[in-house]
């Protein structure tokens, strides 16, 4: 794996050029059902003249996560050529992994480019983003895309309190309350509560992130 790894990072400092346009994903969040061989998302290198190192894998959704995370990413490494695109497969190792709720995890994409050619013996680290990988056992109760609509919401002093009955995970897009947007509202696991500091009051509207990327409509309550 070294020598591969050192085989690659050699091909690529062969190359220099300034960065521009760069990695594009083909979506922001990955559905992984069980039952099924893999999960895939397309990385497409946009730029017209730059190719880029393009590392990833999976980690747990908390940094103080040690457990092993039961999910591989092929290709861990690659080069991608100008104007060209690839897929990151993701496959399912067999660990254990609650059955009655989704779990999630990230996968990380770092794209490295070329140095300037005054500088061609390092590489530039440009972007590392994340996306949620959404394991999704079979069975379970209800829609995904109902999920949004079920969360309720109660005051308890200045906390706001969202609970979630389903087994999905819900992201918001928006959460405000007496029309008081709360910033970052993040997002609420399965089966449990979550809470935010409030100042104001009135009524709680919401809208949330789909399993393809797009914003719900909006409710309240």
């Known amino acids: 794996m070294k ?10 400092l062969l190359f220099s050029a300034t960065a521009s346009a760069g990695i594009v994903m083909g979506g922001t969040r990955i559905i992984y059902q069980q039952g099924k061989r893999e999960a895939a ?13 393009v590392q990833s894998w999976v980690e747990n959704i908390s940094a103080d996560d040690k457990r092993p995370v039961p999910f591989v990413v092929t290709p861990p ?8 695109e690839n897929v990151l497969r ?36 440009n972007v590392k983003s994340k996306f949620k990988v959404f394991w999704r056992p079979k069975g379970l109760t209800g829609e995904a895309k109902d999920a949004w609509r ?23 897009y928006t959460l405000s309350m007496g029309g008081t947007a709360i910033p970052e509202p993040g997002m609420i696991a399965p089966l449990a509560t979550k ?27």
């Open 3 to 12: 020598q591969l790894i050192t085989a690659v990072m050699t091909s690529f």
């Open 77 to 84: 490494l690659f080069r991608l050529d100008p104007e060209q």
């Open 41 to 53: 998302i397309s990385v497409t290198n946009m730029d017209t003249h730059i190719p880029y190192l």
């Open 90 to 125: 993701i496959s399912y190792t067999g660990a254990a992994l609650p059955a009655d709720r989704e779990s999630v995890f990230w996968l990380s994409v770092k794209n490295i480019s070329p140095t300037q050619k005054d500088d061609t013996n390092k590489l530039q680290i």
């Open 195 to 221: 809470t935010w500091g409030i100042t104001g009051s009135g009524p709680v509207t919401w809208r949330a992130i789909n399993d393809s990327g797009g914003i719900t409509d909006t409710a309240q309550q």
């Open 150 to 172: 079920q969360i309720t919401f109660t005051r308890h002093g200045n906390q706001l309190v969202a609970q979630n009955p389903t087994p999905y995970h819900v992201s918001f």
